[in-house]
């Protein structure tokens, strides 16, 4: 029997998170003794074979082998293929959930999210991101028991360090994709004078076009780059267009049930973070005092400014303690050594 990881083969290009979450899963399983195996995320039509390779490059692994498999539980062929070439060799399927396709993409019929959630059914364990994302999951018919890794690890060379000089006004960093249905909060957050802030923002997308007084557009770096390039006393992990979580916008909703990628790039770069009291990372930040919970953006200037600096270095210094496990890879292993304490 064999130990396998099967993802996308990724470059190093990606410009955040993009794409550096599951060369980090395959690299950290890959130290624990699984092989990797890589399949693409879609196919063109110019290129059909490229189906055919993965298809042969699955059906070599050895029946009733352990399988991690990078799973987006969206609409794939892919997808389709790993879970029915591993169903019939009777593998131990362990899916990871990078995302929950579902949960975020409304154009997904009612019947494909279901058909989409019950092939998690087929599945021996899944490493889930946290327990909201877990409940998600039981309370939408997935019966497969669940192993969270409650972060998401970010594997670098180094983290900042603890050195710290708080100067003039708080300066609070957003870094990522920044499309309007991502990041459009930014366009209308309204920042005083008086308020004592101001936002350092970071990435591509139409929502840097336009942005207020006191928010101010930094550039764009790959996500290996971050510790040393980020700049700011806070992290921000907010998703959507609104100053308020908005039920009716997925994007928005999206962060109740995921640990973003931003989380831990802040913590890489010494940033306590700034999260919705409701989002699926606020118990993980009250646990480990590593930064704030927010009802909605309107309430940061208050909420900020009432922060001694003896209580944001033990935030920092908490958060640091936080990446130091992230820039290793340890919550992943945990998760991983758990399910395989479970298959014995």
């Not at 990606?14 to 399983?29: M, Q, V």
């Not at 498999?69 to 131990?92: E, G, P």
């Not at 959630?117 to 309370?139: F, G, P, R």
């Not at 940033?271 to 309430?299: E, H």
């Amino acid at each position: 029997m064999g130990k396998y990881i099967i993802g996308p083969n990724m470059g190093k290009d990606g410009l955040f998170a993009g794409n550096k979450f599951p060369r980090d899963i395959i690299t950290i399983c890959q130290q624990l003794g699984y092989r990797p195996v890589y399949v693409h995320e879609g196919y063109s039509r110019k290129r059909p074979w490229e189906y055919l390779v993965d298809y042969v490059h699955v059906q070599s692994l050895e029946k009733g082998s352990d399988v991690i498999f990078i799973d987006q539980v969206s609409s794939r062929k892919s997808r389709a293929m790993v879970y029915s070439v591993l169903n019939k060799k009777h593998c131990n399927i362990i899916p990871l959930l990078e995302d929950v396709d579902p949960i975020r993409n409304d154009e997904m019929s009612g019947e494909r999210k279901k058909l989409e959630m019950q092939q998690l059914n087929t599945a021996k364990y899944l490493i889930v991101q946290n327990s909201k994302m877990s409940d998600y999951l039981h309370t939408h018919g997935v019966k497969t028991p669940s192993v969270e890794l409650t972060a998401l690890d970010f594997l670098v060379p180094k983290i900042a360090d603890e050195k710290y000089e708080h100067q003039g006004k708080w300066t609070i960093c957003y870094g990522g994709n920044l499309s309007i249905v991502q990041s459009g909060f930014l366009n209308t957050l309204q920042i005083k004078d008086d308020d004592n802030l101001q936002f350092y923002v970071y990435g591509r997308g139409a929502a840097a076009d336009n942005l207020p007084e006191h928010v101010i557009f930094k550039g764009s770096f790959s996500a290996e780059d971050c510790v040393g390039n980020l700049e700011g006393d806070w992290g921000l992990v907010w998703n959507g267009c609104s100053q308020n979580i908005d039920l009716n916008d997925s994007h928005s909703v999206y962060y109740n049930y995921v640990c973003p990628h931003k989380f831990s790039m802040y913590a890489l770069c010494g940033m306590p973070v700034i999260v919705y009291s409701g989002g699926a990372m606020a118990g993980f930040v009250k646990r480990k005092k590593c930064g704030i919970t927010i009802d909605s953006l309107d309430q940061l200037p208050t909420k900020i400014n009432a922060i001694s600096e003896k209580e944001y270095m033990e935030y920092r210094h908490n958060i640091l303690k936080v990446a130091k496990k992230m820039a290793v890879g340890g919550y992943t292993e945990a998760a991983i050594k758990e399910v395989e304490q479970r298959l014995q």
